[in-house]
């Protein structure tokens, strides 16, 4: 049997899965001079992103005209953002757990001066505020994923009040859209395999000399919160849904590989979809709550900031007294609400919660080298904790209310 024919006859998951450990080999055998694919790993992330945006439109508005009833809009959004602010708080709280436990700021030495510009920490009205975009089109052009899902759920919300016959109109002519972005992606998986191979070596390449003395205690608090919060989602899977957990996490599978090579929520959202699909999530449903976690649901940014935080609370001796940890959690649940969608963009989130509390800046800069080892980690519990809640507010509404089914496009490669 041929290479080729055993490659076509595995499933994604497979392909990916042993790109991703190829490109690790890679990596740590060639060093920088792997670096010279590089360019297929970006490719890789520049397809993504080219449907990412134009995909979450066209789905959020789909999803929720198709709910047919305004008030199951309603029902659907109040379930889901409960269920994305109680993980979140889960999220924090088991960083500062972790953090604790492993003390990774215990013995470290900081001596260096962060310069960068810090950004005011926004109060709960200015983050409300700041949701809502003044021209749709500087919004469409800055990539700004806040406030083009909150455009997307007015325009979708508003087609809910037509006269039937113009929402059906306008809900098929969305609907079509979807499955046309649905076809490309379907293509875009098909090379894959080729841009996660790039992305992994490039990855250890680059960063793979830094698993050194202290910064094994940082990530080693940092992975480990992330196996007790997938603890928490697997609790959760049990009680809420019939989902078994190896269906769950075999059908996961793409997802999560996907995540650990692109480090970006955003970019992960039209493998999420398709994830949804495969679980039997209605697309009345995940249209609406996947790109919307996309943007609100932050867990893995809401671990990272409270570790951050003790690391550099640890590292300067500065007193942790209840109310402290209050603020804290508080700060960091808005600080992932608004948190960006792509790699790297929790580094923001940590300069402002380091500068409020008075630590020191240099932080900043020492977590910032070793970014992309975490990142690609919280990056997977966030888009995890997004097609969780998807799947438990599904299965409730088929207990409490019918969803209006859609026809769906199944992504396969």
């Given at each position: 049997?041929?290479?080729?024919?055993?490659?076509?006859?595995?499933?994604?998951?497979?392909?990916?899965?042993?790109?991703?450990?190829?490109?690790?080999?890679?990596?740590?055998?060639?060093?920088?001079?792997?670096?010279?694919?590089?360019?297929?790993?970006?490719?890789?992330?520049?397809?993504?992103?080219?449907?990412?945006?134009?995909?979450?439109?066209?789905?959020?508005?789909?999803?929720?005209?198709?709910?047919?009833?305004?008030?199951?809009?309603?029902?659907?959004?109040?379930?889901?953002?409960?269920?994305?602010?109680?993980?979140?708080?889960?999220?924090?709280?088991?960083?500062?757990?972790?953090?604790?436990?492993?003390?990774?700021?215990?013995?470290?030495?900081?001596?260096?001066?962060?310069?960068?510009?810090?950004?005011?920490?926004?109060?709960?009205?200015?983050?409300?505020?700041?949701?809502?975009?003044?021209?749709?089109?500087?919004?469409?052009?800055?990539?700004?994923?806040?406030?083009?899902?909150?455009?997307?759920?007015?325009?979708?919300?508003?087609?809910?009040?037509?006269?039937?016959?113009?929402?059906?109109?306008?809900?098929?002519?969305?609907?079509?859209?979807?499955?046309?972005?649905?076809?490309?992606?379907?293509?875009?998986?098909?090379?894959?395999?080729?841009?996660?191979?790039?992305?992994?070596?490039?990855?250890?390449?680059?960063?793979?000399?830094?698993?050194?003395?202290?910064?094994?205690?940082?990530?080693?608090?940092?992975?480990?919160?992330?196996?007790?919060?997938?603890?928490?989602?697997?609790?959760?899977?049990?009680?809420?849904?019939?989902?078994?957990?190896?269906?769950?996490?075999?059908?996961?599978?793409?997802?999560?590989?996907?995540?650990?090579?692109?480090?970006?929520?955003?970019?992960?959202?039209?493998?999420?979809?398709?994830?949804?699909?495969?679980?039997?999530?209605?697309?009345?449903?995940?249209?609406?709550?996947?790109?919307?976690?996309?943007?609100?649901?932050?867990?893995?940014?809401?671990?990272?900031?409270?570790?951050?935080?003790?690391?550099?609370?640890?590292?300067?001796?500065?007193p942790l007294p209840l109310p402290v940890f209050i603020k804290?959690?508080?700060?960091?649940?808005?600080?992932?609400?608004?948190?960006?969608?792509?790699?790297?963009?929790?580094?923001?989130?940590?300069?402002?919660?380091?500068?409020?509390?008075?630590?020191?800046?240099?932080?900043?800069?020492?977590?910032?080298?070793?970014?992309?080892?975490?990142?690609?980690?919280?990056?997977?519990?966030?888009?995890?904790?997004?097609?969780?809640?998807?799947?438990?507010?599904?299965?409730?509404?088929?207990?409490?209310?019918?969803?209006?089914?859609?026809?769906?496009?199944?992504?396969?490669?």
């Open positions: 049997m041929s290479i080729g024919t055993i490659y076509r006859k595995n499933t994604l998951v497979i392909k990916l899965l042993v790109a991703l450990v190829l490109g690790v080999v890679a990596g740590a055998a060639f060093g920088d001079r792997i670096l010279v694919i590089k360019p297929l790993g970006s490719i890789f992330l520049n397809l993504l992103k080219l449907v990412a945006l134009p995909l979450i439109i066209v789905n959020l508005i789909s999803g929720i005209s198709a709910l047919g009833d305004p008030k199951a809009f309603g029902r659907i959004g109040v379930k889901i953002l409960l269920y994305y602010a109680a993980t979140t708080i889960i999220a924090i709280i088991l960083g500062f757990v972790t953090g604790t436990l492993l003390k990774p700021g215990i013995g470290f030495t900081l001596t260096g001066k962060y310069d960068a510009a810090i950004a005011k920490v926004p109060s709960f009205l200015d983050t409300l505020v700041g949701l809502l975009p003044g021209n749709i089109f500087q919004t469409l052009t800055e990539g700004r994923l806040d406030q083009i899902v909150v455009f997307s759920a007015i325009v979708g919300i508003a087609v809910l009040f037509l006269k039937p016959e113009q929402k059906e109109i306008l809900t098929k002519f969305f609907d079509s859209l979807a499955q046309v972005f649905n076809k490309i992606i379907a293509g875009i998986l098909v090379y894959a395999p080729v841009g996660i191979f790039s992305l992994a070596a490039v990855t250890v390449a680059v960063y793979g000399k830094i698993l050194i003395g202290f910064l094994v205690k940082y990530l080693g608090a940092s992975y480990l919160g992330i196996l007790l919060q997938i603890v928490v989602y697997a609790i959760l899977l049990t009680v809420f849904t019939k989902v078994p957990l190896t269906k769950f996490f075999q059908k996961a599978g793409v997802l999560i590989i996907t995540a650990i090579s692109t480090s970006s929520s955003l970019a992960v959202v039209p493998v999420n979809l398709s994830v949804a699909d495969e679980l039997d999530v209605p697309r009345s449903i995940s249209s609406f709550t996947i790109p919307l976690g996309a943007q609100v649901n932050k867990d893995g940014n809401g671990l990272m900031l409270a570790i951050t935080f003790l690391f550099a609370a640890q590292a300067v001796g500065a804290a959690i508080v700060l960091a649940l808005i600080l992932t609400t608004g948190a960006g969608g792509v790699p790297g963009g929790g580094i923001v989130s940590i300069a402002v919660i380091i500068d409020a509390f008075g630590l020191p800046l240099e932080v900043v800069g020492i977590v910032s080298g070793i970014f992309a080892l975490i990142d690609m980690g919280y990056t997977t519990l966030n888009v995890l904790g997004d097609l969780v809640g998807t799947v438990i507010v599904s299965q409730s509404e088929n207990r409490s209310a019918p969803s209006v089914a859609i026809p769906e496009t199944k992504v396969t490669a």
